[in-house]
């Protein structure tokens, strides 16, 4: 086989030519199409969670008469401390963006890194690593976050947890416990989580329980670095809800997709347990070369199944809102980063070995890189022909030369990554690169912003289409849907988020039912709210505005408009 790629290299022509392109360079291709890939998202999604918060730490007087406002002191993240600091020297959108294309950056490097560190001799492990990160891998379970397509606190978290596990693997105690101790405090609950996978190697590995006098020192290290976001999180955690199973009711209707696995579909599981079964075959088999590798795996892969049964017993069992509140089915996005790498790693491995089978491996290696994004699964048919067409398998990809996937990998990622940024702009969901927020919810943002006082209360529909506007006009909002996030931080909520959806006419207390269709619910009940129910609600809430469309039948009168839709004074 090496004969043939010798042969074949020696007959000149620019298919065969085989060049040793630096990782950085293509790194550098990656992180740009990237962007183009992914879209950068601004104010979208957690960004109404977020940037209140980012706005009320330097300005405790927004938001009055806001319950949810009341609950951001309890978000436990200490990036957007940092972030709202940093938005005294710099204009919060350009320093978003900034931020963005740091992450996304750091993501790559430290999924390379991890990827080098099982392979350190590779330079096609760093290279699929890389590609698998900037495809935004989907997690399996608990609707997670790996990889994220704007700037927010878990996909900060993960490249900490990643180049934590790349310092676990290499024994370096002190830099594993700051990279963790930085993830805690980006997101403190995929920071528990990673500390039970880590704990449980210590536990259970040789190696590190003989190392103990270093490990309990990196561990002190971590708790004092960590301290920040420790107690955020306390002080969240005692903040209990009055009805336990009210607040159970709450979130199977709110956060079902994050915390109720025995209500999800049942393929999911079936794609977990297929991948967990994989990784463990493949590094099983691999046990005589990979031994730490192998010990490793297999006490992360038994921890990722425990934390399943955790997610089932917590809600099922004993419905206990401390349990639930740790989202433990999320907690196997730790376990997908590192399966992933993992598999591509020992992959490359191979093929830069010369083993036989290298047409299976070349498959096995991009169904590693492609398995986790089902949108781009028709592009794995196409690989599919480069594969079983010999006279491309043989001159475009040089039979499975590693110099030669990495360099075909890359640019089938580049120009994939053009066409989804195209499809993207004909499409009319954004740019090549920036996706802004709804004109029209910007548009109205901005009015309320300019126009009105910063106690002006505002009633908009609850539905999804209205949760940033509380981020973009700066001014209290009655209530939005996306406001029950605030419940998983601040249990206390529960009763105040219910009451102002119920008095609305949307009764959350009737379970699960009430979570189908449940935008075209919420725009049936608003739409449906006449001038004598909101002088009720304006004498009990002190509502000041109300958003409603053009055609909306009012004596109220009419102070803007913008699409289809106007803003009237309560008066």
């Known amino acids: 086989m090496s004969t043939m790629l010798t042969s074949n290299k020696n007959r000149g022509g620019l298919l065969l030519k085989d060049p040793d392109i630096p990782v950085w360079a293509y790194g550098f291709v990656i992180y740009i199409a990237s962007l183009f890939f992914s879209g950068y998202y601004v104010f979208v999604a957690n960004h109404c969670l977020q940037i209140p918060l980012v706005y009320w730490l330097n300005d405790h007087s927004i938001y009055p008469n806001?319950?949810?406002?009341?609950?951001?002191?309890?978000?436990?993240?200490?990036?957007?401390?940092?972030?709202?600091?940093?938005?005294?020297?710099?204009?919060?959108?350009?320093?978003?963006?900034i931020l963005f294309l740091l992450e996304r950056a750091f993501v790559l490097y430290a999924a390379a890194g991890l990827a080098s560190t099982i392979a350190p001799k590779s330079k096609l492990a760093p290279v699929a690593a890389m590609i698998l990160f900037a495809l935004i891998p989907k997690p399996i379970l608990g609707n997670g976050t790996i990889v994220q397509i704007y700037f927010e606190q878990t996909g900060m978290s993960i490249p900490f947890i990643l180049l934590a596990m790349a310092a676990f693997y290499k024994n370096r105690q002190y830099l594993w416990a700051i990279w963790l101790a930085l993830a805690f405090n980006m997101n403190s609950l995929y920071g528990a989580h990673a500390v039970v996978y880590f704990g449980a190697v210590m536990m259970v590995y040789p190696l590190y329980r003989r190392e103990w006098k270093k490990w309990l020192a990196a561990i002190g290290l971590f708790v004092v670095v960590a301290?920040?976001?420790?107690?955020?999180?306390?002080?969240?955690?005692?903040?209990?809800?009055?009805?336990?199973?009210l607040w159970i009711i709450a979130n199977q209707v709110r956060s079902l997709h994050h915390l109720f696995p025995l209500f999800w579909d049942k393929r999911v599981f079936l794609k977990f347990f297929t991948l967990l079964f994989i990784v463990i075959a493949v590094i099983w088999q691999k046990k005589g070369e990979q031994k730490q590798l192998y010990k490793i795996g297999i006490v992360w892969a038994g921890v990722s199944v425990l934390w399943l049964l955790y997610a089932f017993i917590g809600t099922a069992v004993f419905e206990s809102p401390s349990m639930v509140i740790m989202q433990p089915a999320r907690a196997t996005d730790f376990w997908y980063a590192f399966a992933g790498i993992t598999l591509i790693s020992l992959c490359a491995i191979d093929l830069e070995k010369g083993v036989q089978l290298r047409r299976f491996l070349t498959i096995i290696l991009l169904a590693c890189i492609f398995f986790w994004n089902p949108v781009i699964l028709p592009y794995i048919l196409i690989g599919l022909i480069f594969l079983l067409w010999e006279p491309l398998w043989k001159y475009v990809l040089l039979e499975g030369s590693p110099k030669r996937l990495s360099l075909?990998?890359?640019?089938?990622?580049?120009?994939?990554?053009?066409?989804?940024?195209?499809?993207?702009?004909?499409?009319?969901?954004?740019?090549?690169?920036?996706?802004?927020?709804?004109?029209?919810?910007?548009?109205?943002?901005?009015?309320?912003?300019?126009?009105?006082?910063?106690?002006a209360v505002f009633l908009v529909n609850p539905g999804t289409m209205w949760g940033n506007f509380r981020l973009l006009s700066k001014r209290p909002v009655y209530v939005t849907w996306k406001d029950g996030s605030a419940l998983l931080w601040d249990r206390s909520y529960t009763d105040i988020w219910i009451e102002r959806l119920q008095d609305l006419g949307y009764d959350i207390t009737r379970g699960r039912d009430m979570r189908s269709n449940r935008d075209e619910k919420l725009d049936d009940v608003y739409n449906s709210l006449t001038d004598d129910f909101i002088v009720d609600m304006k004498l009990k809430y002190k509502l000041d505005y109300w958003v409603v469309e053009l055609d909306h039948q009012s004596s109220y009168p009419v102070v803007y408009k913008t699409g289809k839709f106007k803003v009237l004074e309560i008066r």
Do not use: C, H
């Open 66 to 97: 806001d319950p949810f406002a009341a609950t951001l002191p309890y978000y436990a993240s200490m990036l957007w401390r940092v972030v709202a600091w940093l938005a005294r020297l710099i204009s919060l959108k350009p320093l978003l963006f």
């Open 227 to 245: 301290s920040p976001a420790i107690f955020y999180t306390a002080q969240a955690f005692i903040r209990e809800s009055s009805d336990s199973d």
């Open 408 to 455: 075909v990998l890359v640019t089938i990622f580049f120009f994939l990554s053009l066409n989804t940024a195209r499809d993207r702009v004909l499409s009319g969901g954004g740019g090549y690169v920036f996706v802004p927020p709804d004109r029209q919810v910007t548009e109205l943002g901005d009015w309320a912003k300019e126009s009105t006082k910063k106690d």
